[in-house]
């Protein structure tokens, strides 16, 4: 038989009938454990044990009775309501609650139903705000050791139970990286099993186990301008936006051979290297490691050629643009010192699209991470850095002659939830999200007569992500994008008299 102390400090480790069982015994009473467990014995679990003590017992049945005992439906002897009433007060849910009101309008049990229901909420309440205080605990840790002794304090001060944890990995697959995962894995604080109980595949499981590394990239030589005759297609994002995984995504899909005829990389190419690491990184169906950040002043060239199946090639050059340059530029309006290296960023921007820009037609892609509004980077939020980097470019004349489109490309869209049109919804969140920059971009549009004074939202996924560093990649997102570049960049058929342009597509 436990001690009273020991009760009171794992009381959530009990039953109701074995709290009723202990207060029957008279080793502690139903006041010390409201008032000396620090919320863990709660509303719901205090009703349930009253419930039990409150019940009349049976009259005892004597053997020869007891062949005769005829086991009857409970509600059975009380009328409809009555019945109702009393399945709905037994479910301690809200739903059965809410029920019950909406048909039996006016109950003398009303009151009651009432006063159940905030109970029930003001509980759900609390166990909502120790998920909050565990998902904060989560994003400030920078280790899997941290996030350990985060669970283990945060269970051992009362502040949350075990199930907290595993409701908050069941509702978000990328609460953890892999890393942080494997240690909790180790220690023995949640197993292989709660993971799967949490919806999480044994493919994702096994990946996470065998502690891959994932790719890291080395910064490149400056860039000075984009010598080859071709589409230039220019990919803007701060760093962690999701831009680098949907660049690796698009060039696996132009050289898978199921939308392109083919893929011929440009091994003279400044970004040759990093183009093709990057690439083979994502197979269709398989899990894969995601990439390691780049470096976040490096901008990479990557040139090739897309055959259509019409046989027509489109050289395209693929500009994966520094992550830093957000924050370069906001600097640089605000006149703050900058660093060497973020001034080499900025010197290659102003190269490659000032100083000794091309004649290439061009195609501008914002990328910005879904759901990401509220995060900070560099103590600002990404809309202040799209905002400015809209306005600091356009004053600079980056969108004047030859461009032909500007987008934005929503990554990460596969945590909408929208029960209708996507592209409604994306609307919807620029609108509630960015409309700043927007507003900005269809201004710059119409102003430099770029694509009708349009411009489009693409929704893009890599596919399903794990542990923050695992994904299934689905392809089809990717698919849509590289149909896309066929459409829009320009092309030509070779002849057996030798190669010439045909003609801009747009």
């Known amino acids: 038989m436990p001690k009273k102390q020991a009760i009171l400090d794992n009381v959530e480790e009990y039953s109701a009938a074995e709290l009723a069982g202990y207060i029957k015994d008279g080793i502690v009473t139903l006041q010390e454990l409201c008032n000396m467990t620090e919320g863990d014995f709660t509303p719901k679990m205090k009703m349930e044990v009253e419930a039990i003590l409150n019940a009349q017992p049976a009259p005892p049945v004597t053997p020869a009775e007891s062949e005769n005992v005829q086991y009857e439906d409970p509600y059975s002897s009380v009328g409809a309501e009555e019945a109702d009433w009393l399945v709905a007060k037994d479910s301690l849910e809200v739903d059965m609650l809410q029920k019950f009101k909406q048909k039996y309008p006016d109950s003398e049990h009303l009151f009651e139903a009432n006063n159940l229901i905030t109970l029930i909420e003001n509980d759900e309440s609390s166990r909502m705000n120790a998920k909050d205080i565990l998902k904060a605990r989560f994003n400030f840790a920078n280790s899997g050791e941290e996030i350990c002794d985060a669970i283990v304090d945060l269970k051992e001060c009362g502040i949350i139970t075990m199930d907290d944890v595993l409701d908050v990995i069941r509702e978000d697959h990328n609460i953890l990286s892999s890393a942080a995962c494997s240690t909790i894995l180790q220690r023995g604080i949640i197993s292989r099993y709660d993971l799967r109980q949490c919806g999480i595949e044994d493919d994702f499981i096994n990946k996470m186990m065998q502690n891959e590394t994932s790719q890291s990239f080395e910064a490149p030589q400056p860039l000075y301008s984009i010598d080859s005759q071709c589409t230039e297609i220019y990919f803007w994002g701060i760093p962690s936006s999701g831009k680098t995984c949907a660049l690796g995504g698009i060039l696996s899909m132009a050289k898978s051979g199921t939308v392109?005829?083919?893929?011929?990389?440009?091994?003279?190419?400044?970004?040759?290297?990093?183009?093709?690491?990057?690439?083979?990184?994502?197979?269709?169906?398989?899990?894969?490691?995601?990439?390691?950040?780049?470096?976040?002043?490096?901008?990479?060239?990557?040139?090739?050629?897309?055959?259509?199946?019409?046989?027509?090639?489109?050289?395209?050059a693929c500009m994966d643009m520094a992550g830093e340059l957000f924050t370069c530029l906001f600097n640089a309006d605000a006149g703050?010192?900058?660093?060497?290296?973020?001034?080499?960023?900025?010197?290659?921007?102003?190269?490659?699209?000032?100083?000794?820009?091309?004649?290439?037609?061009?195609?501008?892609?914002?990328?910005?991470?879904?759901?990401?509004?509220?995060?900070?980077?560099?103590?600002?939020?990404?809309?202040?850095?799209?905002?400015?980097?809209?306005?600091?470019?356009?004053?600079?004349?980056?969108?004047?002659?030859?461009?032909?489109?500007?987008?934005?490309?929503?990554?990460?869209?596969?945590?909408?939830?929208?029960?209708?049109?996507?592209?409604?919804?994306?609307?919807?969140?620029?609108?509630?999200?960015?409309?700043?920059?927007?507003?900005?971009?269809?201004?710059?549009?119409?102003?430099?007569?770029?694509?009708?004074?349009?411009?489009?939202?693409?929704?893009?996924?890599?596919?399903?992500?794990?542990?923050?560093?695992?994904?299934?990649?689905?392809?089809?997102?990717?698919?849509?994008?590289?149909?896309?570049?066929?459409?829009?960049?320009?092309?030509?058929?070779?002849?057996?008299?030798?190669?010439?342009?045909?003609?801009?597509?747009?």
């Open 260 to 316: 392109a005829r083919s893929m011929l990389p440009d091994n003279t190419c400044q970004g040759f290297g990093y183009m093709n690491r990057l690439s083979s990184l994502f197979v269709e169906g398989k899990i894969c490691r995601l990439p390691g950040g780049t470096p976040v002043t490096s901008t990479y060239e990557m040139r090739f050629e897309l055959q259509d199946n019409e046989m027509r090639i489109h050289p395209i």
């Open 336 to 506: 703050e010192q900058l660093r060497e290296d973020q001034q080499q960023a900025l010197n290659t921007l102003d190269n490659i699209l000032l100083n000794n820009r091309s004649s290439n037609r061009k195609i501008h892609f914002f990328v910005i991470e879904y759901g990401a509004e509220d995060r900070k980077y560099n103590d600002l939020p990404q809309a202040e850095y799209l905002n400015s980097a809209a306005m600091h470019l356009a004053a600079k004349g980056v969108f004047r002659d030859q461009t032909d489109a500007i987008y934005i490309l929503i990554t990460k869209t596969d945590k909408a939830k929208c029960g209708g049109s996507m592209e409604q919804h994306l609307k919807e969140y620029m609108a509630k999200n960015y409309l700043g920059f927007f507003n900005n971009m269809k201004r710059i549009c119409e102003d430099n007569e770029i694509n009708g004074g349009q411009v489009n939202i693409m929704p893009f996924s890599i596919g399903e992500v794990c542990f923050k560093d695992y994904c299934r990649f689905n392809g089809e997102a990717s698919s849509r994008m590289v149909n896309l570049l066929l459409q829009r960049c320009y092309s030509y058929k070779p002849s057996k008299f030798g190669s010439f342009m045909d003609k801009f597509r747009g």
